[in-house]
Every structure is written in structure tokens, then in C-alpha cells.
């Protein structure tokens, strides 16, 4: 599975971005796909996920309610939908899948077995 993921930029705050994460492989359609974003200096952090196309989506909470994941298993793509954005959500996104993530480890980055390259987003106060 390779991911690539696309659409970072720099918004004001209160902007909106819409990320795009691009997989290959026939494992997608079963695959838990997430969100983590980083800041120089600390650790990765989670930011959204959901098992398949149409199931329950997961946030933290922080962009409850102003981010929203998606999935075309038919387009193999994620999408991660941020309005609202705030300086804080400054960080390099990068798009995750796992193939044998379970409910209880869905936030922790050790989880995934595959990763994007990440994607800047710089918001601007």
C-alpha cells in the first residue's frame, strides 16, 4: 500500500483546506485510514479516522465538530475537510493506514502500517 497525500497550503485563520490522501492497493476498501499531524518537537498526534466508507468516523477532540474525514473506496482516497482552521492546527498532516487496527488503538500512530509523506498546513493568525 503507498499513500500520497496532497492539498496543504497556507490559510488565514478561519480558512478552510481540504486534504487528499491517494492509496494504491487492493487492501484500501478494508483498511482503517487516519489522519496524524505533527509540530517540530513533538510527538505525532491523531487527529481523525474511520474503519470503511460509511462507518463511524473518530476525531480528536480539539477539531470535533470543524474537520471531517471521508473515503471513496471506489477512488481509493481519503479526505480530510478542515474549516475553521486555527493557528494551531499549524502542523505537516500525514495520512495512515492500517490493516490491523482495532478500536482501542484507532489514536495511536503505532497502529498503522502505512504512511503518506506528509502535507504541510500553515494557518496564519
Known amino acids: 500500500v503507498q499513500l500520497q497525500a496532497s492539498g496543504g497550503g497556507l490559510v488565514q485563520a478561519g480558512g478552510s483546506l481540504r486534504l487528499s490522501c491517494v492509496t494504491s492497493?487492493?487492501?484500501?476498501?478494508?483498511?482503517?485510514m487516519a489522519w496524524f499531524r505533527q509540530v517540530p518537537g513533538k510527538e505525532r498526534e491523531f487527529v481523525a479516522a474511520?474503519?470503511?466508507?460509511?462507518?463511524?468516523?473518530y476525531y480528536q477532540d480539539s477539531v470535533q465538530g470543524r474537520f471531517t474525514i471521508s473515503r471513496d473506496n471506489a477512488k481509493n482516497t481519503v479526505l480530510l475537510q478542515m474549516n475553521s482552521l486555527k493557528p494551531d492546527d499549524t502542523a505537516v498532516y500525514y495520512c495512515?493506514?492500517?490493516?490491523?487496527?482495532?478500536?482501542?488503538?484507532?489514536?495511536?500512530?503505532?497502529?498503522?502500517?502505512?504512511w503518506g509523506q506528509g502535507t504541510q498546513v500553515t494557518v496564519s493568525s
Open positions: 474511520m474503519f470503511r466508507s460509511g462507518g463511524n468516523q
Open positions: 495512515a493506514a492500517g490493516l490491523r487496527t482495532i478500536l482501542s488503538s484507532i489514536r495511536d500512530s503505532r497502529a498503522y502500517d502505512y
Open positions: 492497493g487492493r487492501a484500501f476498501s478494508r483498511a482503517v
